[in-house]
């Protein structure tokens, strides 16, 4: 199933409503690992950026962010990229049945991901 921009953006603004939306038990000690594997040299990355740092304020969230190396050959090297970075996403990729990695990309728990 191909999925569109307007799609991408749709579902990954709902795992952002999702992961705001949920309420916190007092006895909760577990934070939502929320990883975001973006690139410089994305133009669909900068909002995903913004959201990031906003659901990082929450107690229950550990925000990490993942800057990738696979948009390099396009002539904009990310200065952050790291090929750690893109191999650590790849590796999601089989267990989360996604055909190739993608930016942005979140991944929620490391078991759940937001799709293109």
Do not use: H
């Amino acid at each position: 199933m191909k999925y569109s921009r307007s799609t991408g953006l749709f579902v990954f603004f709902g795992s952002l409503a999702a992961v705001a939306a949920t309420p916190v038990a007092a006895t909760d000690r577990q934070p939502i690992v929320v990883e975001l594997f973006t690139s410089q040299g994305c133009s669909s990355c900068p909002p995903a950026n913004t959201n990031l740092i906003a659901i990082s304020n929450r107690k229950d969230v550990l925000a990490l962010s993942f800057s990738v190396t696979y948009w390099d050959y396009l002539g904009w090297k990310d200065t952050y990229g790291k090929p750690e970075f893109t191999e650590r996403q790849a590796a999601y990729e089989p267990p989360l049945r996604q055909a190739s990695p993608y930016t942005p990309q979140m991944v929620f728990n490391g078991a759940t991901t937001t799709r293109k």
